[in-house]
């Protein structure tokens, strides 16, 4: 006789083993009718899952993160379903929910045209219509990897290998149709709803190995209602437009080549804003209290080792081996050279905190595919801090990294931050006492920062807790971006230690910050929240002068001149164009100010201004427009 707990607290006592449909119903029609799967004791079940003892319930919906998760991937069931009834002989490797939307890796000789996803659309359709019953079926191990080798489907057969020997291999029938799946499932095909979309297809390596054989990705999205899944479409294809690595090539600010692949080819534009993120961050830090570092990018693997990336993160360096045979890695992080500086120099709790930061340039191997623009590369700059403290610090170091963080992000155009807080995992390092008051001290920098948080229960690192920030952008997106992590482990590893006020050597806590994360991904993430039209002051080139003749071109130079002078990042155009041409042609690459001169200018000593996306113009003196822009081009620092 089951006691079944609801979130709110409520207890609900049934006479027999109870399964999610009855619980459902006791509650609510509306909640029936809702219900998609339902959490059982911390686990995710189906709504078919018999109770047999007290347990704590919640039943899901789609308007719960889980619930829309797994309506995701019952959608990737349905569209492989679909492929293979449409395409005999397809085979299928792995299909998941992900962020928006939900995939399917298919093996196929003849590639996937646009037209092929409109029909396997119109059969899911079918399918749904249909309401074909879901049911689990838990088969034996031998008998799961027999049957998936006589029917051809060898990527099922190695997903059966990679379950562990604990759990139980399940098998979801769909109506006839059934795949090899964890679960949890919604109970009928016609529980997905028909609000989807197919977008698009792409390449993808067997398990993301590039020696494994390349499989057809075909990516969709699935929503509960018409309303979202339009938004979301509009979302999608205002990303495309905002593309960075599109407007990148607009604006002139970098290239890749295969010879490098992962790595950024910066031209000079794209340079300069790099290097005014860089001159902004450092004005920042100094006013902060931070002193700027700079550590090899080698090193010899023994620190790695003593360090203990060489287990974990091993596999994801760059190697070189020298004559002497001593093995150096190049840098995947800057936190074991930061510590060698601590480490230099007798250190006194006097010196605490004390504040080291480093714009680091760090390699770590990424698959191919996994490449993306400057959103995921193999070589970035960290803009990487290491606040060393004392316990009793911890408190007031989080609050301060907190506010330095929600203000940067304000300067540079994100007011909507959401704080991830990620509290201690079951298999960690250093005393429970440290730990309570590492959490103490995050979780109170999150609640004086009054922004929106979630709680990733057992999820910090294995060395101390942490605070991701989550940014969104104008259409809507999140990109996690910095982070503050409390570490009790790495110090001790590495040997750090100061003398505490009654004489004993104590080992310091290390706070790991990082506000943009990679300069690079920022630097993206930038150009697409703007759509290229950053603000003035970060833009590369600030200021483009466009005589209306040739006759002119004198006139135009000396605006060049002043200018530059005040320190605008100006061009000229002299080229023998027609200025509606050139204006055309700027405004593409997203000038924030043209400045147009011609017989009236020149004789009144003045400059008609443009400003990017508008039309509109103003005339005004030259020393007045020279006095504005300069008083814009200023960095945002207090």
């Known amino acids: ?79 492989a379903m679909a492929v293979q009834e449409l395409f005999p002989g397809t085979k299928i490797a792995i299909g998941p929910a992900i962020k928006d939307g939900f995939y399917y890796d298919f093996y196929r000789k003849e590639p996937f045209t646009p037209q092929d996803l ?33 029917i051809g489907e060898k990527y099922k057969v190695e997903l059966v290998d990679s379950i562990p020997k604990d759990q139980e291999v399940s098998i979801y029938y769909h109506g006839k149709w059934y795949d090899l799946c964890r679960g949890p499932h919604l109970n009928s095909t016609g529980k997905i709803g028909k609000y989807f979309k197919l977008t698009k297809v792409s390449g993808a390596y067997w398990r993301g190995d590039s020696k494994n054989e390349m499989l057809q990705r075909i990516y969709g999205t699935s929503w509960p209602s018409q309303k979202e899944l339009d938004e979301y479409l509009v979302r999608l294809e205002e990303a495309e437009k905002r593309d960075h690595r ?69 596999d994801n360096m760059f190697t070189s081996e020298t004559p002497d045979e001593k093995t150096f890695a190049i840098k995947p992080m800057n936190c074991p050279g930061c510590i060698q500086v601590f480490n230099q120099g007798l250190k006194s709790y006097r010196d605490l905190p004390l504040k080291l930061s480093e714009f680091g340039k760090v390699h770590r191997y990424e698959p191919s595919g996994a490449l993306h623009g400057l959103l995921r590369v193999r070589a970035f700059t960290q803009d990487d801090a290491h606040i060393f403290c004392t316990e009793d610090q911890i408190t007031e170091q989080c609050l301060s990294v907190t506010k330095l963080i929600l203000e940067i992000y304000k300067d540079l155009g994100f007011s909507n931050v959401l704080l991830q807080f990620s509290d201690r995992p079951e298999k960690r390092v250093g005393d429970d006492k440290i730990w309570d008051k590492a959490e103490t001290a995050l979780l109170k920098a999150i609640k004086q920062s009054k922004l929106k948080y979630e709680i990733n229960k057992g999820e910090g690192a294995f060395y101390g807790p942490k605070i991701d920030f989550v940014l969104r952008d ?45 300069l690079e991904r920022f630097i993206g993430i930038l150009i697409e929240h703007y759509a290229g039209k950053l603000p003035l002051w970060l833009a590369p080139l600030q200021v483009v002068v466009l005589p209306i003749a040739s006759e002119f071109d004198n006139y135009a130079k000396k605006i060049f001149e002043e200018c530059t002078k005040a320190g605008i990042n100006t061009e000229v155009d002299l080229k023998n164009q027609k200025i509606n041409y050139k204006i055309r042609e700027h405004s593409l690459s ?25 039309e509109k113009q103003e005339t005004l003196s030259l020393d007045l427009a020279i006095k504005q822009i300069s008083k814009k081009n200023k960095l945002p620092i207090n």
């Open 246 to 314: 599109k407007l990148g090539k607009e604006m002139d600010l970098f290239h890749f080549r295969e010879e490098s692949p992962g790595a950024v080819f910066w031209h000079h534009k794209g340079w300069t804003l790099f290097q005014k993120l860089v001159d902004y961050m450092r004005a920042k830090q100094k006013n902060a209290g931070y002193r700027e570092i700079n550590t090899p990018e080698m090193l010899d693997k023994t620190l790695w080792e003593q360090s203990g990336h060489w287990e974990k993160f091993g």
């Open 590 to 614: 997203k000038v924030p100010l043209l400045l147009i001169c011609g017989q009236k200018e020149k004789k009144n000593k003045s400059v008609t201004i443009r400003k990017l996306g508008s």
């Open 474 to 518: 104008t259409i809507g997106r999140d990109w996690q971006c910095g982070t503050l992590q409390v570490d009790l482990n790495l110090p001790s590893r590495l040997g750090a230690s100061y003398i505490s006020n009654d004489g004993t050597k104590k080992i310091p806590v290390m706070l790991h910050r990082a506000l943009f994360g990679s």
């Open 118 to 150: 409109e029909k396997i659309e119109k059969k899911m359709k079918e399918i749904v219509e249909k309401d074909e019953p879901t049911k689990r079926e838990v088969w034996e191990r031998k008998k799961t990897k027999d049957h998936y080798k006589n």
């Open 1 to 79: 006789m089951p006691d079944i707990k609801l979130p709110d607290g409520k207890k609900i006592p049934f006479s027999k083993a109870i399964n999610g449909f009855e619980i459902a119903k006791k509650i609510s029609k509306s909640l029936e009718k809702a219900a998609l799967i339902m959490e059982v004791d911390g686990e995710l079940k189906d709504l078919s899952y018999q109770i047999q003892k007290d347990s704590k319930v919640k039943i899901i919906t789609s308007k719960d993160k889980e619930g829309l998760d797994a309506m995701r991937h019952d959608a990737t069931h349905i569209m």
